[in-house]
């Protein structure tokens, strides 16, 4: 059974930071592309970055460029997003998702389109 679950959101002051991490068990996560998508209080759900299975690359939403970072830990089997100088508008419910793909992931950013697996999310509020 596949299942991916999130941590590490909370409350911080706006320029402040959090790390989340998503742990998967059921899949190795090297084989699949990983996303990290928010959905803020009355809106609709969008991908905010995600890394390749197979070379690494990682695509960002222009919201979070230079502020985000995604990384996979291996032999963790957990993938992290590092987010720093936070802004209220980055509050919201994170989750993240996995979809089995050899090919770059960066239209699921761009374009917003979802992934197979997902988790139950973690909340993030930026507020003072």
């Known amino acids: 059974q596949v299942q991916l679950v999130e941590s590490g959101g909370g409350l911080v002051q706006p320029g402040g930071s959090l790390r989340l991490s998503c742990a998967a068990s059921?899949?190795?996560?090297?084989?699949?592309?990983i996303g990290w998508y928010r959905q803020a209080p009355g809106k609709q759900r969008e991908a905010v970055s995600c890394?390749?299975?197979?070379?690494?690359?990682?695509y960002y939403t222009d919201a979070v460029q230079g502020r985000f970072t995604i990384a996979r830990d291996s032999a963790k089997n957990t993938v992290y997003l590092q987010m720093n100088s936070l802004k209220p508008e980055d509050t919201g419910v994170y989750y993240c998702?996995?979809?089995?793909?050899?090919?770059?992931?960066?239209?699921?950013?761009?374009?917003?389109?979802?992934?197979?697996?997902w988790g139950k999310g973690t909340p993030v509020t930026v507020s003072s």
């Open positions: 998702a996995a979809e089995s793909t050899p090919y770059d992931c960066s239209n699921y950013v761009y374009f917003n389109y979802d992934m197979n697996y």
């Open positions: 059921g899949l190795t996560l090297d084989y699949y592309a």
């Open positions: 890394i390749n299975s197979k070379d690494e690359l990682t």
